[in-house]
């Protein structure tokens, strides 16, 4: 059963519900400790409120106004992998307008004030849980830190890997303390840690459900030290303590991940958004990303996207003798007809301009009767199995252990789905053999490329490598920009409405 069945009681439960910000603004709610936290019903409605505060704009798509949208998959409109032939929130940073004064639905306001009220929904849930104690099992209050530690820590990320140096707040805001000055981005990534090994130590094992399980605090725990990039031995030993316990599998059948009717109970998914019960999404009109992506054609594939999926026999197409021109999808990685395809109908409102369209999480539906569809459920996909696979192998890379076998055995499950073979069936795909440290970075930069594409992994990703500037800066492949990424682009501005209200918050230098 999905939590979100309670969040039609969340404007009574959560602090900062009808607040924009609580960085930015006085709190207005609060609860009544004489008539809430009393009982397992309490809990698990405070509980939802928290998971709730992820279906915003910039980690999935909640937004009443179906013109105001800034998905997850509009991330991929600053990455080598597609162009916004419409703003879709994100059109200022990649032509590297890095505005702190931007518009209110830009991306550089958004996800602060959406990822501090999910942070305080957390503290809020943190501070009180505790009073159920006597009506609500101990080890079921256990798990329910476990999942707010990690929901408290995946803001963190998210905040500390774009606008890098931000207030770090474990307090519920209040009139004394909403003023905090910013911490540096190691310490905000030290707090997301900080909690995941708390949260690892509250979980339960088990597969994902809609609650997290200690498998999420894990591969989150990787995910941060990646991107610290330092510690890649305890980055990898994170991983596998996921794939050893083996309450994950990658999914068979690639595109069902993404699909609403096929993501309930499904083995690969680690933590997902869930959108069943959305406030606002019924009755009223709230659009499907599908809308977005098939209908209107606000996101489209770029000329580089296309040509990067490999041929069959593992080469890329300038140097496999299977590439035809005149064929671009023949003997290509399969994963390429999962992800995009030629145009399938005429009427998108907006014409890709190299040929192709994302029908990545596009319902058999759009492709039968392409018409606008609204109020669809599909859940956003934040962490899945084959992450934690790719995850563990780069770590092995990077630490020097590459020879070790598991690495190529990691590589070779997420290649070997894509060609719905298994890994010993070495024969019938492009399976990895010993190769040098280079080329297998190379190979797993690849793999994530084309598994993650629309999931909010290839910006992050190039940012960690340190590659962003060499990727983006100037990019040629963007037929409606020009894209600029320029050193200080590695951490945003912080929004100027923010430090308007917070006497205590600086701007980050490179924006003064």
């Not at 937004?63 to 080598?80: A, N």
């Not at 101990?138 to 207030?167: C, M, N, S």
């Not at 030290?225 to 991983?239: K, N, P, Q, W």
Request: glycine share 6%; aromatic share 12%; proline share 5%.
């Amino acid at each position: 059963m999905k939590i979100f069945k309670y969040i039609c009681y969340l404007s009574v439960v959560m602090l900062s519900a009808c607040s924009k910000d609580f960085m930015e603004l006085n709190p207005k709610d609060q609860l009544n400790s004489g008539n809430f936290w009393k009982s397992q019903t309490d809990g698990e409605l405070a509980l939802a409120g928290c998971y709730s505060q992820f279906q915003n704009n910039c980690y999935a798509q909640s937004t009443t106004d179906i013109w105001v949208i800034i998905m997850q998959q509009s991330w991929e409109e600053m990455t080598d992998n597609a162009y916004g032939s419409r703003d879709n929130g994100f059109r200022d940073l990649a032509i590297g307008n890095y505005n702190p004064n931007g518009g209110a639905n830009r991306a550089i306001k958004t996800l602060y004030p959406v990822s501090y009220n999910a942070i305080n929904s957390c503290n809020v849930f943190l501070e009180n849980v505790d009073k159920l104690e006597g009506a609500v099992d101990q080890q079921l209050i256990k798990a329910w830190k476990g999942e707010v530690l990690f929901l408290r820590a995946y803001a963190y990320y998210h905040l500390g890997a774009t606008y890098g140096d931000v207030p770090v707040r474990t307090a519920a805001s209040t009139i004394e303390n909403q003023f905090t000055a910013k911490s540096t981005q190691r310490e905000v990534f030290e707090q997301c840690l900080t909690d995941l090994e708390n949260a690892i130590g509250f979980l339960p094992a088990g597969g994902y459900e809609g609650h997290v399980k200690q498998a999420a605090a894990l591969a989150l725990k990787a995910k941060v030290l990646l991107y610290i990039g330092e510690d890649f031995a305890e980055a990898a030993r994170a991983a596998k303590q996921v794939i050893d316990a083996g309450d994950y599998q990658l999914h068979p059948e690639y595109k069902e991940i993404f699909l609403d009717g096929t993501q309930e109970g499904n083995s690969e998914i680690i933590y997902s958004v869930k959108m069943a019960g959305v406030p606002g999404q019924s009755p009223g009109k709230k659009t499907s990303h599908q809308n977005v992506i098939a209908r209107w054609g606000n996101l489209h594939p770029t000329q580089e996207f296309i040509d990067c999926f490999q041929c069959t026999d593992g080469l890329p197409i300038g140097e496999s003798p299977l590439y035809q021109a005149d064929k671009p999808t023949k003997d290509r990685d399969p994963r390429m007809a999962y992800i995009i395809r030629e145009q399938w109908f005429d009427d998108v409102e907006i014409k890709p301009v190299f040929g192709f369209v994302f029908i990545k999480g596009i319902s058999q539906q759009m492709f039968d009767d392409p018409q606008d569809i609204y109020n669809d459920g599909t859940d956003y996909v934040q962490i899945r199995y084959a992450d934690v696979l790719l995850m563990y192998a780069e770590a092995m890379i990077e630490a020097g252990q590459y020879s070790d076998p598991t690495v190529l055995k990691a590589i070779n499950e997420v290649r070997a789905r894509a060609y719905k073979v298994d890994p010993s069936q070495t024969e019938d795909y492009p399976a990895v053999g010993n190769l040098s440290q280079n080329e297998l970075r190379d190979i797993v930069r690849y793999e994530r490329r084309v598994e993650f594409c629309l999931e909010n992994s290839r910006y992050f990703d190039l940012k960690r490598w340190g590659i962003a500037e060499e990727v983006l800066n100037d990019f040629p492949g963007d037929p409606a920009n020009s894209r600029t990424f320029e050193a200080r682009h590695y951490k945003w501005p912080l929004p100027q409405t923010a430090i308007d209200r917070n006497p205590l918050l600086e701007q980050n230098p490179d924006y003064l």
